[in-house]
């Protein structure tokens, strides 16, 4: 058998293997995303987000229950943390007649659909279809779901997947059309203002991203577009500024942004004293791994990514032997914004110690760019593994079958984790919570009141109006909802699966 008849088994072997591995990202995300789009439940924090369309539609404007904040109708909710740019769009599918969470599930799923894209594009550019593949699969085996504080599914209405969809698309478009990329990035920042994050490595990256010999001679060349990026990135905030000036008028308008620079300075908790190391932890135990293997594999691809950094630097051109698709400049900068981004959130998240251990928090930029920096770091990996390849041919390429294969069996057992350990059913599934619903909405009331927790989901999939009980002169005169048996005696006006209706409490 000659040499070239091989060869050409070993490339149909690997074309064997690599279809086999898209085969398995897909079923993971089809055994994650259908259960969540049909059996998981709608947790409060997203109920709270949904009484905003659904007020939309009701012609009462881009107002919520005000649930969290006195238990009033509130205009331009500050405790509403996700943006217009999802909640709008789920209002116009609600007055259409769908379903208010089918139609916010359908819009999350587009947040994920155009992640997923982007960093297939963005891996492929990288480093072929291997690195695009890994880059793909990384965000479902990123386990955010550890209570108080999930992200459940990616299909959850809370804005974190869709904002880093946005984020991971405004790399795609970066060298190309920064123009582009600062508006995909203007949007994030109004699907979740903590994308805002970003925008520094965007910027920096951008300012340095043009031809040149001198710094200053580069910066002349691509301060043009750069401001185009800018104007850009700021039209979509500046648009709903303005929009809630001229709703709420010059003092309800100062009144507001006060209360979000709280809210945004806050996290909205309060009572936390979280150390770093703490954080960190969670973070190196969120892929269905022991937390020291993870650490392992990052100091080792670190290492070797580091190296062939070095190598690139001096031979630029060698990017393309390691499997990059584009030129060096571009490399540098998706490899250099990922990188500056991802620093970025991880900096904020571990040095606020205010906010509690919830993964959910720095999920926009872990999602839209970790899997880019450990696909350029892979590319680089390769280069340092190739250049040691030219003069110890032998135990560099067992090396290298080993570091890829001992990667991709990580990366199974991950997604294999997530999803045997996927909620498809919890304590109550979204068909227990409608039938629950349609009972409350058979008694008529407008307005409900009942504990955080499981009954304001089930209110307002119901049409009503929650507040919560503490609120007490806001809620005085509505019947209350408890999950399972009231805490004490009451006149029961129904019972439904998993929770009890009660009229109110006499003053």
């Given at each position: 058998m000659s040499a070239v008849e091989v060869r050409g088994r070993g490339i149909r072997l690997l074309d064997v293997v690599f279809w086999l591995g898209v085969v398995a990202v897909v079923f993971a995300n089809v055994a994650v995303l259908v259960p969540a789009f049909t059996t998981v439940r709608l947790w409060e924090d997203e109920a709270f987000n949904l009484t905003v369309p659904l007020n939309v539609v009701r012609g009462l404007g881009y107002t919520s229950d005000g649930t969290?904040?006195?238990?009033?109708?509130?205009?331009?909710?500050?405790?509403?943390?996700?943006?217009?740019?999802?909640?709008?769009p789920i209002a116009v599918l609600a007055a259409f007649g769908v379903d208010p969470v089918i139609a916010g599930r359908l819009v999350a799923g587009v947040g994920y659909s155009v992640l997923l894209g982007s960093l297939w594009v963005l891996g492929r550019r990288l480093g072929g279809r291997w690195i695009a593949l890994i880059a793909a699969a990384l965000p479902l085996a990123y386990s955010a779901d550890l209570p108080p504080s999930p992200i459940q599914s990616p299909y959850d209405i809370l804005g974190e997947v869709t904002a880093a969809g946005l984020l991971a698309a405004g790399l795609v478009a970066l060298h190309r059309r920064p123009w582009l990329a600062g508006l995909l990035v203007g949007l994030a920042v109004q699907v979740k203002f903590v994308a805002l994050l970003a925008l520094p490595a965007f910027a920096i990256v951008a300012l340095l991203d043009a031809p040149g010999r001198g710094l200053g001679e580069r910066l002349r060349a691509t301060m043009p577009r750069v401001l185009a990026a800018a104007a850009c990135a700021a039209a979509p905030t500046i648009a709903f500024e303005a929009w809630k000036f001229v709703a709420l008028g010059p003092s309800g308008y100062v009144e507001n942004v006060r209360d979000f620079g709280g809210f945004l300075l806050s996290g909205g908790q309060d009572g936390y004293r979280v150390p770093p190391l703490e954080k960190l932890a969670a973070l190196l135990g969120a892929w269905h791994l022991p937390w020291w293997v993870v650490g392992a594999a990052i100091v080792v691809v670190v290492a070797l990514a580091a190296a062939g950094a070095r190598a690139a630097a001096r031979q630029p051109e060698a990017l393309a032997t390691a499997g990059?698709?584009?030129?060096p400049r571009g490399f540098v900068v998706i490899a250099a914004t990922a990188g500056v981004a991802l620093v970025t959130y991880l900096a904020w998240w571990l040095v606020s110690s205010h906010t509690p251990v919830w993964l959910r928090h720095p999920a926009p930029g872990v999602l839209a760019f970790l899997p880019v920096v450990v696909a350029a770091s892979v590319v680089l990996a390769r280069l340092a593994l190739q250049r040691w390849g030219a003069r110890r041919a032998n135990p560099t390429r067992i090396l290298a079958v080993v570091l890829a294969v001992s990667g991709l069996v990580l990366l199974t057992v991950s997604l294999a984790g997530r999803v045997v350990a996927f909620p498809y059913t919890t304590w109550e599934t979204l068909a227990g919570q409608r039938e629950a619903a349609r009972q409350i909405a058979e008694l008529g009331y407008d307005e409900l009141a009942?504990?955080?927790?499981?009954?304001?989901s089930v209110i307002v999939m119901s049409g009503a109006h929650v507040g919560l009980i503490d609120a007490v002169d806001a809620v005085e005169g509505e019947p209350r909802v408890w999950p399972g048996e009231p805490p004490q005696a009451c006149d029961v006006l129904l019972r439904a699966p998993g929770y009890t209706v009660c009229a109110p409490p006499e003053s």
């Open positions: 969290l904040s006195g238990s009033e109708l509130t205009p331009f909710d500050a405790r509403i943390s996700t943006g217009p740019v999802m909640l709008l990059a698709r584009t030129d009942s504990p955080w927790g499981g009954p304001v």
